[in-house]
């Protein structure tokens, strides 16, 4: 008797070890994924210190960061004995600068304190690459275990990516508007889940998620003059995501043209994203 209520008590203390580290469940706001690996599947970006902080950002992402939408991983360390610091408020600010003064970038950055996996998990929308603009991520932290706030930068190289998966314009009011493709990753030829992220910048603020726009898809493919049917208009998923279906009928070069309206006005149907189909 002795023997079978041991095992019982086992059995619920290692079920409620599972239950408490679970990761709380998914919502619409809940877009950016927390890579469940140890750092050895991702490519280190590079490192900075939290000034003001004592603590040390190491930089990590699934691949080189290219323009368009990139998924950032940081891990945050105690600067003084290298223990990692997984509750903190911290966010990253990206932003560019091509001589003519620095500009603040789309991103995305989770709300919550408490690092999943060992991450603080971010996204970083960079529209320019190269030798026309430096790129860097910029860090912000409140580091609970000692109650000090700091900040860092880092300067980081961005690859140009062709075709083009990021589109900026400006409309008449002075608002920029950001669109960069998410998925499909690798397009093929038929049905593909089709993903962009959409942010607005007005004068005198920093960009931030559109959610109520209509947006309408239009796949041609220029080299043949043609279009393709059975496309899904993305519509609005959480955090300024939208969602729909692509379908491309051949292999080859195709453009996605994108048209915005907002409460029955035409905002834009200029801007466009590039996919090649192999």
């Known amino acids: 008797m002795l023997k079978l ?31 469940v690996t140890n750092e050895s599947t991702l490519i280190k970006i590079g ?5 003001g902080a004592k603590a040390k950002a190491v930089i990590y992402a699934n ?6 939408y990139n998924e950032v991983y940081v891990s945050l360390l105690d600067s003084l004995d290298g223990s990692k610091l997984n509750n903190c408020h911290f966010s990253l600010s990206p ?5 003519s003064g620095n500009q603040n970038l789309p991103c995305e950055n989770s709300n919550d304190s408490l690092a999943v996996n060992g991450y603080f998990a971010s996204a970083a929308i960079f529209t320019k690459a190269g030798a026309a603009s430096q790129c860097f991520l910029n860090f912000s932290i409140h580091n609970h275990k000692n109650n000090l706030y700091g900040s860092g930068s880092l300067g980081v190289a961005v690859l140009a990516q062709t075709p083009i ?16 493709l998410i998925s499909p990753a690798t397009p093929k030829v038929g049905i593909n889940d089709f993903e962009i992220v959409l942010q607005k910048k007005s004068p005198g603020s920093n960009f931030a998620a559109v959610e109520d726009y209509k947006i309408e898809i239009d796949p ?12 899904v208009n993305p519509t609005h998923r959480g955090k300024g995501h939208y969602s729909g279906k692509v379908n491309f009928t051949m292999t ?19 801007p466009f994203i590039e996919l090649s189909i192999k």
């Open 5 to 35: 209520l041991l095992n019982l008590i086992l059995i619920s203390s290692t079920l409620g070890a599972f239950s408490s580290c679970k990761k709380k469940s998914s919502t619409p706001e809940d877009i950016i994924e927390t890579p």
């Open 47 to 51: 490192e900075t210190y939290l000034l």
């Open 63 to 68: 691949k080189a960061f290219e323009t368009g």
């Open 95 to 99: 932003s560019s600068n091509d001589g």
């Open 165 to 180: 998966k990021v589109t900026s314009l400006s409309t008449t009011d002075n608002s920029t508007f950001v669109i960069a």
């Open 220 to 231: 041609v493919m220029p080299s043949m003059g043609h279009g393709s049917p059975n496309n």
């Open 252 to 270: 080859g070069l195709w453009r996605v043209n994108l048209k915005l309206t907002h409460n029955d006005s035409l905002i834009t149907s200029a």
